[in-house]
């Protein structure tokens, strides 16, 4: 799963939050497994007006390593119809206790052990009147399970759909069943649909058949066993696009409109299966797969087993695709589809054990980058994800296996997510790569469809390796937090050495950090093996002269934190002789703190011609183009990159750079971009022009208003928030309100700037219940002191206007609404 993330989120109590709830302090321990699921066979259909779903369900189990006579199902929020035990042909019916949580069924005699028997069950989902247990987390907004979109028709242009998102545990809120992950089941699926729709599920589509008028019925049947939260459906007007890969359907679903992208998006699936099938030595364990972009999705994107489902950020124009990056959409495929392996084929055996889902997952978005597009780019998303971990110190407090949590999403981190993959990756740099992929295997295929947890992944890469992994374990599995290191160089010219201190600081015992160092004199390198052991340690290398660099950690794999007192001039030589991206990253990331020095302004100027995209963009960014001669010799390069760098990132972040100074000079460079095809590089041009002629600026952005979207929707806003009137504001309140939570949170300050300006009272009373209704809407998340500022901001904007005492009374009420949520 790619979890939901909501860039406004106000996140600074969250951990601490988390950490003085005494439930974060209980010890979750595995779910027992009393009886296990067998197969589980399901006919729904759906009630659009009532937002219901119809089921009858046959569910096959048998006792686990006991007699039972009772079966406990999750079964949350349903009218249960009927229950009975399925004997031949037969009914009986069984009584049934249910508390609208669990269903716990009395079986009216005792199973024994391993053998089976076959429940039926008739019920009605309501997944709209949860209450509070349909609620979501930070993580994924929400627990229905089941969600109709937009049946009514009400919203015009919006397409009608159904699909379902399980995890953790919200598809027992669609069907009954055990919601466990250490569960698994084969699977039969029956939809009766409006025969206009196209449907999808799990596994392979074995019959469609008419089922009354305008109705269909599509039956979808798994034969492999998998995990009750990876069951899902969806129903909607897709159009399919079909590929293939070694003979399997490889599918496409996406929304009419963007059907022409669909192999732009999806189209590297099928090599991303051969390379993943050979890279692991396991081939793809599944009979197809399948992947559907649908509308208003709870988190960024799900792994269900053989059919992913993404939000709807992976469907997208031509045009949209140009401001793509890897980042973005290429990388969360293979996140997902990498799940069809860690995760699906063989699962967490407890949510404690998340890591053996999600980690190699996060894991594999450096692994296709680097065989797609070489060693820079796996390092620069390596250094992305390792970066978002490091952005929270809640993160610190957590281990990676983690037994004691408030919530089981909670777990669905930084953690879990970020510092795992970097963990996986730092394992198979001190492995090797054969070692490590062959001991992946091992896990794969000795725990094939069932589940695993970390220690099993020790052993299977024990026995690949030949060696005891329990310190490594112990230490980043089963221990919070990373190291903390401060690196120190002493060159002795009598005993001709280079010595090395490395401090670790952090709080408890030193880690055992196995690295490389790499040595440079005379223009050539040497590397040295080297481990840490302790709260200080001192490496003594061979140098008859004073090295030009020491490169500690040369392959750039350990996850630390590290001051690395080298001097600039080390910094600038890195930049040019050491190979990694990080090499050269951290050499500009010295360069910022030294801004004064010319040799920081060399650094950063060459950090323009970098052959890295995002070292360019970061090189931009860092420029103090207040500095004379940086400005001085910095500027021709931002001027080419503005105009014509091949990466959109780099020409956005060039415009802005130049944006910035408030040059009337440049008036005819922004003009120029707003030509550009992309909407990032318009949207940048547009925020440019508009301090230097907002006339100008007005004008061209109500030119783009039959074709916007992303950073030019936002620019339309900022630009009508500073030259607009109320004459803007039904657009400005349109593209608000198609805007997804983080645009909307980022046009607020323009929203802010015409409500201070406009006499319309239905402007204002609209635009300020806005801003009110954002923050009911994300309450656990949003910086409500911000909002309030906005919101005062208007008012005071407003003091001396017609309105003054209407934009009073609305601001005060808003102001209490948001307080109230905070």
């Not at 953690?415 to 198979?428: C, D, E, P, T, W």
């Not at 990032?680 to 508009?690: E, H, I, N």
């Not at 806003?717 to 607009?724: D, F, I, K, Q």
């Amino acid at each position: 799963m790619r979890k939901y993330l909501l860039l406004a989120l106000s996140l600074a109590g969250v951990a601490s939050a988390a950490a003085q709830n005494p439930a974060a302090t209980a010890y979750r321990a595995t779910e027992r497994r009393v009886n296990d699921l067998v197969h589980t066979k399901l006919a729904v259909r759906f009630d659009y007006a009532k937002r219901y779903l119809y089921g009858r369900e046959w569910v096959t189990l048998k006792p686990h390593g006991y007699p039972a006579d009772t079966l406990r199902l999750d079964a949350k929020g349903m009218d249960i119809k009927a229950v009975a035990l399925v004997q031949g042909e037969k009914l009986q019916p069984l009584k049934y206790d249910y508390n609208q949580r669990q269903l716990l069924i009395h079986l009216g005699r005792t199973v024994p052990a391993g053998q089976a028997y076959t429940v039926y069950l008739e019920y009605t989902a309501k997944p709209d009147e949860l209450g509070a247990a349909g609620q979501g987390t930070a993580a994924i907004r929400g627990a229905k399970g089941l969600y109709f979109i937009n049946p009514d028709s009400a919203v015009a242009g919006k397409p009608v759909q159904i699909w379902t998102q399980g995890e953790t545990d919200a598809n027992s809120a669609w069907f009954p069943t055990i919601d466990q992950p250490n569960q698994k089941t084969t699977q039969e699926i029956s939809l009766t649909v409006p025969s206009k729709y196209v449907t999808l599920s799990n596994g392979q589509l074995v019959s469609q058949a008419p089922a009354g008028p305008g109705l269909r019925t599509d039956t979808w049947k798994m034969d492999e066993p998998h995990a009750p939260y990876l069951f899902m459906m969806a129903v909607g007007d897709f159009r399919v696009t079909k590929d293939t890969w070694r003979g399997k359907e490889v599918n496409y679903y996406l929304e009419p409109q963007y059907a022409a992208q669909a192999r732009a998006i999806f189209g590297k699936t099928p090599r991303m299966l051969e390379f993943f099938s050979q890279r692991l030595g396991v081939d793809f364990p599944w009979n197809k797969y399948s992947q559907v972009v649908c509308r208003d999705f709870v988190a960024g994107a799900m792994e269900n087993t053989t059919a992913s489902l993404f939000g709807e950020q992976a469907q997208g124009s031509a045009r949209e695709l140009l401001d793509w990056q890897y980042a973005g959409e290429e990388r969360e495929i293979a996140h997902e589809l990498f799940h069809q392996w860690f995760g699906d084929y063989v699962t967490c055996e407890s949510w404690s054990n998340l890591t053996m889902n999600e980690s190699f997952a996060n894991f594999s978005e450096v692994l296709w980058a680097e065989h797609e597009y070489g060693p820079d780019a796996a390092a620069q998303q390596a250094d992305l994800s390792l970066r978002t971990y490091f952005r929270s110190r809640g993160n610190f407090e957590k281990p990676l296996v983690r037994f004691q949590y408030a919530d089981k999403e909670d777990l669905l981190d930084g953690v879990s997510y970020q510092k795992g993959g970097a963990i996986l990756n730092m394992l198979r740099h001190h492995l090797g790569e054969d070692v490590f992929f062959a001991g992946l295997k091992r896990y794969l295929t000795q725990n094939a469809f069932g589940t695993g947890e970390a220690h099993q992944l020790r052993l299977a890469l024990e026995a690949a390796a030949g060696q005891d992994l329990n310190w490594f374990f112990n230490q980043w599995y089963f221990r919070a937090g990373h190291p903390v290191v401060t690196i120190d160089y002493q060159w002795d010219a009598a005993r001709q050495r280079q010595a090395v201190v490395v401090r670790q600081t952090q709080a408890g015992a030193p880690f055992v950090l196995p690295l490389t160092v790499d040595v440079y004199a005379k223009g050539r390198a040497r590397r040295y093996p080297a481990t840490l052991r302790h709260a200080v340690d001192t490496l003594y290398f061979p140098a008859a002269t004073r090295p030009d660099l020491v490169n500690v950690d040369a392959e750039k794999v350990l996850v630390w934190q590290k001051q690395d007192r080298k001097s600039l001039t080390e910094f600038a030589y890195q930049q040019r002789h050491a190979p990694s991206y990080l090499d050269r990253r951290e050499a500009l990331a010295a360069a910022q703190t030294q801004l004064a020095d010319p040799l920081a302004h060399k650094i950063l100027v060459a950090g323009l011609a970098d052959k890295s995209p995002a070292l360019r963009e970061m090189a931009v960014e860092l420029l103090d183009l207040k500095n004379a001669a940086l400005r001085k010799a910095a500027l021709p390069l931002v001027e080419k990159l503005a105009l014509a760098d091949p990466a959109v990132p780099v020409q956005t972040a060039a415009l802005n750079a130049l944006g910035a100074l408030k040059d009337k000079r440049y008036a005819p460079l922004f003009a120029q971009a707003l030509g550009s095809k992309s909407y990032r590089v318009q949207g940048a041009a547009l925020q440019a022009l508009l301090p230097l002629n907002p006339a100008q600026a007005l004008a061209r952005a109500t030119a783009f208003e039959n074709d916007h979207k992303g950073a030019l929707t936002a620019a339309l806003v900022a630009v009508y928030g500073r030259a607009g009137t109320a004459a803007q504001w039904p657009s400005v309140r349109a593209k608000y309100d198609a805007a997804d939570p983080n645009a909307r949170f980022g046009m607020l300050p323009g929203i802010a700037e015409l409500l201070g300006r406009v006499d319309d009272p239905t402007a204002l009373r609209e635009g300020i219940a806005r801003i009110r209704d954002l923050t009911v809407e994300f309450k656990r998340f949003l910086d409500a002191p911000r909002l309030v500022g906005l919101l005062r901001g208007v008012q005071a904007q407003q003091a001396a206007r017609p309105n003054a005492a209407l934009v009073k009374t609305l601001v005060d009420e808003a102001a209490a609404v948001i307080e109230a949520a905070k």
